[in-house]
């Protein structure tokens, strides 16, 4: 029994997800028939029986392992995830949620090219209100940046200051221990004068008494 064109492109759907139509893939391996396809019959083009009975049981089995699979992924990426990947993931979906609302409205059949275009016409204005809000935010979110900017700078300049009284405290400090030192040579090089002066005027005594001697000796 020849099959259509329409039965090949609906099985060729079907087969080409691993997720969506698992329990479709089981049934076209089995040769039964596909749910929400009443018009394919793939009895006749069903596989020998021990074939199917076995391609059942790889369905099953493959169907747990990707179940599995997914869980895993799943906890993964709940632990993996923050609040950035959240922010992208919001807004990825708001866009493709907008894209597919655009889609039904065009592909509407029971809408006029009139209806249609007056649809467009208020989702633009929705959309530009939605800008104006933006825009709005991105304003204020401006004005806390240069705030905390501004802030910023006070601090730095209070630190700068602080890290120059710093310096020059230690600078102070240096000198006052330079001059100490200095001080502390000046005492120690007078008391090395003053101990050589008194043992030079107790030699000069003695001399003096030695001639006196001698002269009275002779």
Known sequence: MPISQKAKSDVKKILSSKHLFYKEMCA????QKIPDCPDINLQSCSLPQAASSKDGNQCVDGEEEEEEE??????????????EEGSEEVERGSFESFL??????????????LEQQEWLRMRALQLGEERLDI?????AIERQRLKWQRFSSKKDR??????????????????????????????HFKRSGDSLESAGFGTEEEQGREQMELGRVH
């Open 28 to 31: 076209y391996h089995s040769g």
């Open 135 to 139: 825009e709005t935010e991105a304003l």
């Open 100 to 113: 597919a609302e655009l889609d039904a409205v065009l592909q509407d059949p029971m809408r006029s090219p």
């Open 70 to 83: 997914e869980e895993e992924e799943d906890e993964a990426d709940h632990d993996e995830g923050d609040e």
């Open 158 to 187: 209070e630190i700068e200051r602080s890290r120059l009284e710093n310096e020059r405290l230690m600078l102070e400090n240096e000198r006052m221990m330079m001059q100490m030192r200095q001080k502390e040579l000046e005492l």
